[in-house]
């Protein structure tokens, strides 16, 4: 932290261990284990106390003498790698030895105080190495020049006769050499003539091979630090209830009752909700929060439940809509010996359900704000905790932590919101957490949708006419963004409008924008989570009822598109497409582009005459066109498996008088190891001008390929989602 | 006033004899690796070893447990190099990490039971929730601290 206000107990602490690499392999077959090799290190705190360190080259590199590299990661980790790939981008300039670089956060207080010299801070949509590959190339490659003119300088020779590497530059033609850390303070004084230009793919040595997440010798035995973990002297604990009802008002609510209670607990009412906060453990907080009987204004909204929701989003298929894309002429006659098909396709509302409930810890004070929090934009969030705590941004220290899972959820900031709403009356800092029941019920939803299609086979068997219609929440209104001129939210059609099947010559994508009381927001791969399964399921339907084999009739659409062929065809060859499965086990297959990257996969289930589901295998190949660290892409995949297949098998957030019904992982259901199914990762980079994400793109085809193999296994086309909802049974 | 003996260390514990163990080990003793997940026994975030026992530590009120030992993820081990951890790393498992705690304290107690496990085993014993979806390396994690372990 800046200054000596405030004395957090989190104390700034170097773990340095020995951490992992893998070999090689960095196309197709990844999955092979890490052998020790490497050292790196990061903080078990991320965020440093004092940012401006004795020995910056700038403000994203500090080298000391002892040549130890601090390298600042200007984003988020919250499981996605990119606290390691990052700065493995920055270091493929930088050319430092990476078993002497240490991790820490960019401060989010200097990146205002120094107009942005970190550009963006978020994580989301994917794009953490696409938004930050450019600038941080430019970082490491602009401190190597100026660590290479320093020492041309000392030796009094030409920057042109000197390389480095691993730390050291080398005087080529005297064999003379200067550590970094002989030459920082020189090469933080050094202007260059020009910046230099940036390496091209072609020049690249050091990403593109496995590393181990420096984050990771934290989290094996509690030293990592989230923002639930923040401890400050003479904090107080709260917990808050939120109006049963999203939207609702508080209007009133008896605070004689918790008086008498241990912790002292004192009753802050706010506009939507009710707090508690309490001296000595969150739990006094929240047992007396337990004994308040507020009285709400649910208004309307408390009279509406799900099915009502699906009724009405059926009825507006029918009504006006908003052209997402037009080509040909969807209406035209029916081609001799040609098919038609309709289906609707439902997916409900979810909530994101990070492993770590939305918590925030701030220290407020009359001319500054100490905010510790996990969040998916360090800068965003300093901005509104600026707004909230009526303060500029630059009064604002916000000290981001490994954010325990985020998936889209942790950046809207209404937790903090609420600590220093709680914190203003009760004038001590507050560390503030929302029960496992607020974070389900009052998260912003994965909106709900119901997809229509009306599909044309010609008398080949191939599609000549799709028509979709989609009614669906927008999340692009919710976020503030202006709609484009065509009135469609674009996130509510992602997938829709192409997927990569170009080659239907008439097309029609319409949209119709409904939403109701529950507030929605991004998450795990937005549109396409539900989009990619309607999609890939109605594909598959046309492909089926013209006995043709689902990968074939894919292929023959994806004509001419050598990049989805390939990842489709190696998904096909790697998930043994076509080998004979006993009765009642079946494959299916989906494929997506998603934050610039391709996935295929091929689903391997079993259902048993019980009608018992069983994933037994997934194989997923993802082309993100650039490849910097293997390893975690390859987890992201595996992960985004799991993710998308908690939401397949049992997700939903049902609506009842107003109020979701789910509250906790009991009725909340997650995929835990008993159903997790083998997963086989094989990666592909085909280069070109586009950096592809990899948090993202694995989720939107797992429930189209289950769904797919379900069919393939018995016959019954799964056209809502969750799938346990579907009766299997005497299907095999 | 309750007596806890927390990683080896004594601690006179004052506070509600209702109050979840999990709230004691974070708030009052000052750990914080033990994580919140749920509240309701049903993620096991909060694990910690009671006596030598998993628990979820979330739904343990420390009423029940005056002179009890109980183990968190710091006590595990000195040097972070108990087999399940090094398995652990050398598997790369912890995403955001969030359940890693309590995922590694309820595999430790698992092998105790289980010192050569087939999948189906840990399939069964092991249900603690993790929503990055770590699970494809939990599972070789747990063969490998198994194989550590017997070595």
């Known amino acids: 932290m800046d200054g000596n206000r405030t004395t957090p107990i989190l104390t700034r602490r170097h773990f340095i261990v020995t951490a992992a690499t893998a070999a090689g392999g960095l196309m197709i077959g990844i999955s092979a284990m890490p052998h020790l090799a490497r050292a790196a290190s990061v903080m078990g705190q991320p965020w440093n106390d004092d940012t401006a360190a004795a020995h910056e080259i700038d403000a994203w590199i500090v080298i000391d003498p002892d040549d130890s590299v601090l390298i600042r990661y200007q984003r988020s980790e919250m499981g996605q790698g990119s606290m390691t790939a990052v700065p493995m981008m920055l270091n493929e300039e930088l050319q430092a030895d990476w078993s002497k670089v240490r991790i820490e956060y960019a401060s989010a207080n200097r990146n205002h105080r120094e107009k942005k010299i970190y550009g963006d801070q978020n994580s989301n949509s994917s794009r953490t190495i696409n938004g930050s590959q450019v600038l941080v190339q430019k970082v490491g490659a602009s401190a190597r020049e100026r660590l290479i003119a320093a020492a041309a300088a000392k030796w009094g ?46 020049q690249f040595t050091f990403i593109g091979k496995s590393q181990p997440r420096v984050d990771v010798v934290h989290k094996i035995n509690g030293a990592a630090k989230f923002g639930m973990d923040a401890q400050v002297p003479g904090m107080v604990y709260a917990a808050v209830l939120q109006c049963p009802v999203p939207g609702g008002k508080l209007k009133s609510v008896d605070e004689a009752v918790v008086a008498g209670m241990p912790g002292n607990p004192v009753v ?15 739990w006094r907080a929240r047992q007396a929060l337990a004994r308040l009987q507020p009285e709400w204004d649910v208004g309307e909204a408390g009279n509406t439940d799900s099915a009502q929701f699906f009724r009405e989003y059926r009825a507006a298929l029918d009504g006006p809509a908003k052209t997402a894309r037009k080509q040909g002429d969807v209406d035209q006659a029916v081609p001799a010996g040609g098919k038609t098909f309709e289906a609707v396709y439902e997916t409900p509302y979810l909530s994101h359900s990070p492993m770590e409930p939305l918590n925030a810890t701030v220290h407020l004070q009359a001319d500054r704000i100490d905010v510790w929090v996990g969040t998916q934009d360090a800068y965003e969030a300093t901005e509104k905790v600026a707004k909230f705590a009526g303060l500029e941004a630059e009064q604002v220290y916000l000290h981001n932590s490994f954010v325990g899972g985020g998936f889209g959820r942790r950046d809207v900031s209404d937790e903090i919101a609420h600590a220093i709403a709680v914190a203003k009356v009760v004038k001590k800092p507050v560390k503030l957490i929302w029960s496992r029941e607020e974070d389900t019920r009052h998260d912003k939803m994965r909106p709900m949708a119901v997809t229509r299609f009306k599909g044309v086979t010609g008398a ?34 992602a997938g829709l409008a192409g997927n990569g099947y170009a080659s239907i010559p008439n097309v029609n994508v319409d949209y119709v924008m409904r939403d109701t009381h ?19 399921s109605f594909i598959d339907e046309m492909a089926t009822a013209n006995g043709q084999d689902p990968y074939q009739f894919r292929r023959k659409m994806l004509a001419g598109k050598a990049d989805w062929l390939a990842v489709l065809d190696a998904a096909a060859e790697k998930g043994d497409w076509g080998k004979p499965l006993p009765k009642g086990t079946g494959r299916g297959i989906a494929i997506c582009d998603d934050a610039g990257s391709l996935c295929a996969q091929v689903a391997e289930v079993t259902v048993s005459p019980k009608g018992e589901l069983k994933v037994n295998r997934v194989t997923v190949v993802m082309d993100t066109h650039y490849i910097v660290n293997p390893l975690s892409i390859a987890e992201q995949a595996e992960g985004s498996v799991i993710f998308g297949l908690s939401a397949a098998l049992y997700g939903k957030i049902e609506v009842k008088n107003g109020v979701p019904v789910q509250g906790n992982f009991d009725t909340y259901r997650m995929v835990r190891l008993a159903q997790a199914p083998k997963i086989d990762v094989h990666l592909l980079a085909s280069g070109g001008p586009k950096w592809g994400g990899a948090g993202e793109p694995a989720v939107p085809p797992l429930s189209g390929a289950v769904a797919n193999a379900i069919f393939a296994a018995t016959g019954k086309r799964i056209r809502s989602l969750p799938i346990m909802d579907h009766d299997l049974s005497g299907s095999t | 006033m309750i007596t806890l003996t927390v990683n080896g260390t004594q601690h ?31 993620c096991g975030a909060c694990t910690v070893h009671v006596n030598g026992q998993a628990m979820r530590s979330c739904s343990v009120p420390i009423g029940g447990l005056d002179g009890a030992n109980v183990t968190t993820i710091e ?33 430790v107690a698992f092998l105790k039971q289980n010192p050569a496990p087939t999948d189906a085993d840990i399939d069964a014993g092991i249900t603690n929730i993790c929503r990055c979806g770590t699970y494809e390396r939990l599972r070789r994690a747990i063969h490998r601290a198994a194989d550590l372990m017997k070595a």
């Open chain 1, 268 to 282: 802050v009412k706010l506009a939507d909700a009710v707090a508690v906060a309490a001296e000595g453990t969150w």
């Open chain 1, 460 to 493: 080949d068997g191939m599609p000549t006419a799709l028509s979709i219609r989609t009614v669906a929440g927008s999340i692009v209104k919710a976020a503030g963004i202006p709609l484009p001129p065509n009135g469609v939210d674009f996130v509510a059609v």
């Open chain 2, 12 to 42: 006179q514990v004052d506070l509600e004899p209702d109050t979840p163990l999990l709230w004691a080990i974070r708030d009052a003793v000052g750990l914080t690796g033990t994580k919140f997940g749920c509240g309701i026994a049903q």
């Open chain 2, 75 to 107: 006590g595990l081990s000195p040097d972070s190099k108990h087999p399940v951890q090094a398995a652990w790393l050398a598997e790369d498992v912890p995403q955001c990490g969030w359940c890693q705690s309590g995922q590694i304290m309820a595999a």
């Open chain 1, 157 to 202: 020779v030409a920057a042109t006769e000197c390389a480095s590497a691993n730390s050291v530059v080398t005087h080529k033609p005297s064999g003379r050499t200067l550590r970094y850390g002989e030459l920082a303070a020189a090469a933080a004084t050094v202007k260059l003539d020009k910046e230099p230009a940036i390496k091209t793919p072609d």
């Open chain 1, 518 to 536: 529950l507030p929605v927001w991004w998450w795990r791969a937005p549109g396409q989570n539900q989009n990619i399964f309607a999609l890939e």
